[in-house]
């Protein structure tokens, strides 16, 4: 069994610019989330695709967006970094349509915008 | 989702027992407890989760209590590499996503 899989892993972006992420779900799994883990700081969810349409969002703006392909991968995009973009993104893959789903997360893209 | 409570940071002497407890005292009846840990800059690990009953596996076991407003996770054994950020966390059955607090930073000392 694969587990989560994220590219690339270390990232240097400056102010301004476009970041694509990238996350590859667990094998068998049907859902991806995104978060946001600031230095210090607890993970924070961005949002969750599932069967390729958004399933909900955190308090973040429009430009945090994202995708989900066919094969359940999934890319997170943001336009116009800003400084306080850096952080460490994190993916999680999980199995929804059963009654407890638990995710499991890949190792992160440790993103740095200058 | 219920607010949990998790001191900032705990000690534990390698091949001890390290019981790390947790805060929910809003706990609705159709949450779950998790507890995932961090290891320095990496993903979050699942670690268990439970409702209501003691559960154990591998990594741990969960206990809870009757009333559900607290429970406690405990390491058996624990080694160097247990040493991360344990995250206890409540989530309703088929939320999107999970709520972290600051979790406890648990150091084992050799």
């Known amino acids: 069994e694969t587990g989560v899989t994220q590219s690339p892993t270390h990232l240097i972006k400056t102010r301004g610019q476009q970041v694509t992420l990238r996350c590859s779900s667990q094998s068998g799994h049907n859902t991806v989330s995104w978060y946001q883990q600031a230095l210090g700081q607890g993970p924070q969810f961005i949002f969750q695709y599932y069967r390729e349409e958004e399933n909900g969002r955190g308090n973040f703006p429009p430009r945090f967006s994202g995708l989900q392909f066919p094969n359940y991968s999934s890319e997170l995009n943001v336009n116009a970094l800003e400084l306080d973009d850096s952080a460490l993104y994190l993916c999680a893959s999980s199995l929804d349509g059963l009654a407890v789903t638990t995710q499991y997360f890949g190792p992160g893209t440790r993103l740095l915008v200058l | 989702d219920a607010k949990t409570t998790q001191p900032t940071s705990m000690d534990c002497a390698e091949g001890r027992a390290a019981n790390l407890p947790c805060n929910h005292s809003t706990i609705s009846g159709n949450e779950y407890v998790y507890w995932y840990r961090q290891i320095h800059s990496q993903g979050p690990q699942y670690i268990i989760h439970?409702?209501?009953n003691n559960e154990t596996n591998e990594m741990a076991s969960l206990i809870i209590t009757e009333d559900r407003k607290s429970s406690t996770l405990i390491l058996p054994h624990a080694t160097l590499r247990d040493t991360a950020v344990y995250y206890c966390i409540v989530r309703v059955k088929g939320a999107q996503k999970l709520v972290f607090g600051q979790g406890t930073r648990l150091t084992i000392n050799p």
């Open positions: 439970g409702l209501k």
